[in-house]
């Protein structure tokens, strides 16, 4: 299948790549959970220009591709004048990207909560966005960890859209070794399997999260 | 202390509360029962809008409800209301429940809110529950946290949504005992509720309610004793018989 000694000389390229693609992932997740959460308070507001706000952004960034969003912030912004890194470019693409599953998620989380729970807390005299904070979204959370889990895995493996901007992260670096060893299957291979390092334990501890949370109630 | 005059509410075309007249003072309790589907849930919800009226005028507090300007969540820390189905809290234990609102709302520091919330359980009878979680406790016990965490905001008015229509029926008792003691303490309540023990020995008036409409309104010895209309005298006869 191929020659894995010829791999080696590029250990640092996926040493590089692999760490590029994990701190773009976590950043991405970050972010993408702010952007998610604000966005599903919008969608879910009495007001209608917000709910319409956080409707469009949701179906825009969702029924869009993520490469032309990315090319968007890696390619589109510096020709008005706003420079930022590929890297940058990338994470916040994933992140805007991601943001409106997240905020799908979220919201038929939020959804799930039985109405009493927001008639009791509005009751006690809290404001509609202390409700949210203290009692609705923490039961929120505990419902959406699944589907916020695939989010997750999902985003590590979207991630690779770095590699169409030059962003170095795995895919890039494997697009970059593979041509210059020939050595194909066994690049692309290697560097699946090194995703599979991120995921694997991702959608292990979410699962065991999953059962914690479900031991609680 | 409450005022409707004239309220009426329509859910879409449904003329759920048609021009209510009522006048609830300081101190008073007043029972409000009827058929199911009478408003008499929807009127209690009015109180702390929960629902809008959809016209006529609804004072309380010295608060206009129905004008848009009201200040809400300022009108709603001095009304508690306690829900047939409980409501609390789920992901937080009993004391938790009950110290929420006054932290974050009254911003009264965590020690002291802590304190008052273990006052609050030891008077609804159950302090040895303060850290369990609402799962844990009986249907009787999670309405008296959720009685206690009403109280804590140290409402004028307390709002009865049938506290204990979801109870099994030994653990009607318990709840009924605690705001029997409350009304002795001269708390202002309105409760909504299908029992008419409660309503004969507690309350101070009885007011009956059907079709959306406030058909009778008595003190509750004469309200049982002798109904005026021949609405109440058949719906007492249907709940007063078993």
């Known amino acids: 299948m191929g020659d894995f000694s010829l791999l080696a000389a590029y250990k640092q390229e996926f040493i590089d790549g692999f760490l590029t693609t994990l701190s773009a992932s976590l950043l991405a997740l970050v972010l993408s959970l702010c952007v998610g959460t604000i966005i599903a308070c919008l969608r879910l507001s009495q007001v209608q220009l917000l709910e319409w706000i956080g409707t469009a ?3 825009f960034f969702r029924n869009t591709p993520l490469v032309i969003q990315v090319f968007f912030f890696a390619m589109g912004l510096p020709s008005l004048g706003w420079n930022i890194s590929e890297f940058t470019a990338g994470a916040i693409g994933l992140s805007i990207y991601t943001g409106a599953f997240i905020a799908e998620a979220l919201r038929a989380g939020i959804q799930s909560v039985p109405r009493g729970q927001m008639e009791a807390s509005r009751s006690s005299g809290m404001t509609y966005i202390q409700s949210m904070r203290y ?20 985003l590590v493996k979207n991630s690779s859209v770095l590699a169409i901007i030059a962003g170095g992260d795995l895919l890039y670096a494997a697009d970059t070794v593979s041509s210059q060893t020939f050595q194909i299957n066994l690049t692309y291979l290697f560097v699946a399997a090194l995703y599979l390092v991120i995921t694997l334990p991702l959608s292990f501890g979410v699962n065991q999260l999953e059962r914690r949370l479900a031991r609680q109630s | 202390m409450i005022q409707f005059e004239q309220v009426n509410k329509y859910f879409g075309d449904f003329h759920v509360l048609k021009n209510i007249d009522l006048k609830i003072h300081s101190g008073e309790v007043v029972v409000i029962i009827g058929p199911s589907g009478s408003g008499k849930s929807t009127l209690l919800r009015c109180i702390n809008r929960l629902e809008t009226v959809t016209g006529g005028k609804l004072i309380v507090n010295q608060t206009d409800l129905t004008d848009p300007r ?33 932290r974050k709302v009254r911003k009264t520091p965590v020690d002291e809110a802590t304190k008052q919330a273990k006052q609050y359980l030891s008077k609804v009878g159950i302090p040895e529950k303060a850290d369990a979680y609402p799962a844990q406790l009986s249907g009787g016990q999670q309405q008296r946290v959720a009685i206690a965490r009403g109280l804590a905001m140290k409402p004028k008015i307390m709002l009865f949504d049938e506290p204990t229509s979801a109870l099994d029926p030994e653990m009607i008792g318990e709840v009924l005992d605690v705001m029997r003691d409350l009304a002795r303490e001269g708390m202002t309540m309105v409760v909504v509720t299908h029992e008419m023990g409660f309503a004969r020995e507690v309350a101070d008036r009885v007011i009956f309610m059907d079709e959306g409409m406030i058909m009778e309104e008595n003190a509750p010895a004469e309200f049982f004793q002798n109904p005026q209309e021949e609405r109440t005298r058949r719906f007492l006869s249907r709940v007063l018989k078993h």
């Open chain 2, 70 to 102: 009201a200040d809400i969540n300022r009108l709603r820390q001095d009304i508690g209301m306690v829900f047939q189905h409980f409501n609390l809290y789920p992901h937080k234990t009993a004391l938790e429940n009950i110290s929420l609102a006054p």
């Open chain 1, 135 to 154: 009692v609705i979204l923490p039961q929120a959370f505990k419902i959406v960890i699944p589907p916020l889990g695939n989010q997750c895995v999902n």
């Open chain 1, 57 to 59: 952004y949701v179906e």
